[in-house]
């Protein structure tokens, strides 16, 4: 049975190790908080004074903590936390100290991030006492905390490092001691690489962040992230985990590095990728880099009427969509029978967004009103706006743009909704490369916000602002990006993705521990396992391929285990049975 200890250490007062100070206090431990002088002492206190001021926890939990700049006020702990800088020297120090001034059965545990708990343990004379204890970022709010536990911890001390978390109302993992255990391994990889795409002008922070909180539902966006965790942090744990892993996305982006030189280090300084109203605030101002609004669309064309060409669930949802916003649509089926089917969809959808109060019967029959089906490209001649959005294969989609420039008239914005395919591929087929763009909708059209718009070396400005507008028009969120592999969400994502599946190969955890750890750690909605299999594993194979192609990245190829999953038909919910079993449950 684990022990129920009472009364704990805190060592560092910054961003984590204050809030680690407060989730102990508020669960009603005795906590003794100690820093390195008065004044980073008295701005830890300030820090927690505030967070509880701002929460729900009576004032009872600041009277649980007591504030020293002495090691030895913690001879009478139970367990003990470090969370100082991370640096390997300085919390080995920390922990031989700590070895001496415990008692023989305390706990000494590290919130390290991506240093190696059995190299600390080590250095103490009780390696079977030490634990990782890694609180997720944002400790207030979010929920796991990862237990690592080396070769020779002892089993007790696991044992009661995850009763206490549970006592904090936490959810605990325990993994191995391997670099950055779940949350930061995937985490840190994938915030480097947002850096990275920045740093090249591929696209701007309003738009990379905005990509992934539209386009993934994620809470934050990652360059967003990296601010509220801090420039320097983020560093360290990326060198930490670069010096371990070897691989270049690891490799701390050169930005990085020179911001935490200036001291851009994010919320904490008032400064890092975007502008803060003061340091330690949340609230972002306005600074030379803030786009003006609504200034991607400046210079659109004007589009009062919209063609479709395609008959499939995207394809039906964006008519839906479009209509919706008030432009008169056409639509292209391969055939009269396709074209009935896609009528009877988009009436069946309106119809249930009547029953259900969402939308009233005369809106409905002004939407049914301005659709208008054909099963002939030729139908689109007159209009100013034409969305592709048929079955993802290039030849099919040149040919088809082949037809529409031919057909469309001058002055006429061509789109492809491809999500993997060169966009300038279908530029040059329609021999109009200046008029043609991507239009990238999220599935499914009616509900997801995000529209990546794709420019090729040949699109015109006032092609790209057309679609800017028509977007804002749809009420959707429009992101600019060059034409590249994966656009913005994809390649972000499926890099992710695939490191979550190697890894899972590599007896990291289970698919349902990374999952949980993912959920729970950083506010995702979905694991990673839970999110490969509604893709589809063969969709997202085929994507990653696609990213190891282009960029020619070693650290890109596709995982070994998610190509044996496709060759075995482990295609995910489709099949019934992906990285987990659909039919058992």
Excluded: W
Excluded at 256 to 276: I, V
Excluded at 420 to 448: E, Q, W, Y
């Amino acid at each position: 049975m684990a022990r129920e200890l009472n009364e704990v250490g805190i060592v560092g007062l910054g961003t984590a190790g204050a809030a680690i100070a407060e989730a102990f206090a508020r669960a009603g431990l005795s906590v003794t908080a100690v820093e390195v002088s008065d004044e980073a002492a008295a701005r830890g206190r300030a820090a927690i004074e505030r967070s509880v001021a701002a929460g729900e926890a009576d004032d009872a939990a600041l009277g649980r903590i007591r504030y020293t700049t002495a090691l030895e006020d913690l001879s009478a702990a139970e367990l003990v936390v470090e969370a100082v800088p991370e640096r390997a020297g300085l919390k080995a120090e920390i922990l031989a100290q700590l070895d001496k001034i415990t008692g023989p059965d305390a706990i000494l545990a590290t919130n390290t991030s991506s240093l190696s708990v059995t190299e600390l343990a080590v250095g103490t004379g009780r390696p079977s006492k030490v634990v990782g204890l890694h609180f997720a970022n944002a400790v207030p709010t979010a929920t796991l905390v990862q237990v690592a536990r080396t070769a020779v911890t002892d089993p007790t001390v696991v044992e009661d490092a995850v009763a206490l978390v549970e006592r904090l109302g936490k959810v605990a993992v325990t993994v191995g001691d391997n670099p950055g255990f779940i949350t930061d391994a995937l985490l840190f990889g994938y915030l480097n690489h947002a850096v990275s795409m920045f740093e090249n002008g591929y696209a701007s922070r309003e738009d990379i962040d905005a990509a992934m909180r539209f386009g993934c539902g994620l809470p934050m966006g990652p360059l967003q992230v990296l601010d509220l965790i801090g420039i320097d942090t983020a560093y360290d744990v990326l060198d930490s985990l670069h010096a371990v892993s070897g691989k270049r996305l690891h490799a701390p982006s050169p930005v990085l590095k020179q911001m935490r030189t200036a001291g851009l280090l994010g919320r904490k300084s008032g400064r890092g990728f975007y502008t803060y109203a003061e340091a330690g605030s949340a609230e972002v101002v306005a600074d030379a880099a803030t786009p003006t609004p609504g200034g991607a669309a400046e210079g659109a064309r004007p589009v009062q009427t919209v063609g479709v060409v395609g008959s499939g669930t995207m394809a039906t949802g964006i008519i839906e969509v479009v209509a919706k916003a008030g432009y008169d649509v056409t639509f292209i089926a391969r055939s009269d029978e396709k074209v009935a089917g896609v009528e009877k969809a988009l009436a069946k959808s309106l119809d249930k967004q009547v029953e259900r109060g969402r939308l009233e019967q005369s809106v409905r029959d002004e939407v049914l009103g301005r659709v208008t089906g054909a099963s002939s490209v030729e139908a689109l001649g007159d209009v100013d706006l034409v969305i592709e959005a048929v079955v993802e294969s290039l030849p099919v989609k040149e040919a088809l743009f082949a037809d529409l420039g031919r057909i469309a008239k001058p002055g006429a914005v061509l789109a492809t909704t491809t999500s993997s395919l060169p966009v300038i591929k279908c530029a040059l087929a329609s021999g109009r490369p200046a008029d043609v763009v991507g239009m990238h909708f999220f599935n499914p059209a009616t509900v997801m916000k995000l529209v990546e718009v794709v420019s090729t070396v040949s699109t015109a400005p006032d092609v790209a602002a057309t679609v800017h507008a028509v977007t804002a028009k749809l009420k959707k969120v429009a992101v600019s990006c060059s034409d590249r592999a994966g656009f913005i969400v994809n390649a972000l994502l499926f890099p992710y993705l695939n490191d979550a599946v190697s890894m899972l190969a590599a007896h990291y955890a289970s698919t349902t521990e990374i999952d949980t750890a993912v959920k729970a750690g950083l506010g995702y909605p979905m694991g990673p396992f839970e999110l490969l299999d509604v893709v589809g594993n063969d969709v997202s194979l085929a994507i990653e391929q696609e990213l190891h192609t282009e960029f020619r990245d070693p650290a890109l190829a596709p995982a070994p285990l998610l190509e044996h999953l496709v060759t075995a038909g482990y295609l995910g919910r489709k099949t019934g049975r992906g990285f987990h079993d659909y039919a058992r449950r």
